[in-house]
């Protein structure tokens, strides 16, 4: 069993930068994957980023590349996503996620076991 919980989310100007955290527990953090997805209101959950597990792969979707950093501290359990800068459209309910089975860049919800609660990101124009 895995348990995450997100933190960080928040209203950030567009053009502003916001940081989301994922604490993780209950596995051996580096053992295992870890992306995050997002979604908005009347849409499907989709893939935001993605890292292997001990951070040296990175994967991003087209949406957000350029834009948006994901990171991994095994050593606090945490994986964080920099949103820099963050726009309008990304305003969305911001989810981490833990995949056990692949080495990393899952992209889809499938593919990933355990899920945090979510944390929402607003962007104001």
């Given at each position: ?59 991003y979707?087209?949406?957000v ?11 606090k ?49």
């Amino acid at each position: 069993q895995v348990q995450l919980v997100e933190s960080g989310g928040g209203l950030v100007q567009a053009g502003g930068s916001l940081r989301l955290s994922c604490v993780a527990s209950g596995r051996t953090f580096s053992s295992y994957a870890m992306g995050w997805f997002r979604q908005a209101p009347g849409k499907e959950r989709e893939f935001v980023t993605a890292i292997s597990r001990r951070g040296g792969s990175t994967y991003y979707a087209d949406s957000v590349k350029g834009r948006f950093t994901i990171s991994r501290d095994n050593a606090k359990d945490t994986v964080y996503l920099q949103m820099n800068p963050p726009k309008p459209e990304d305003t969305a309910v911001y989810y981490c996620a833990a995949d056990l089975v692949t080495y990393a860049g899952a992209r889809n919800t499938h593919e990933y076991a355990y899920w945090g609660q979510g944390t929402q990101v607003t962007v104001s124009s």
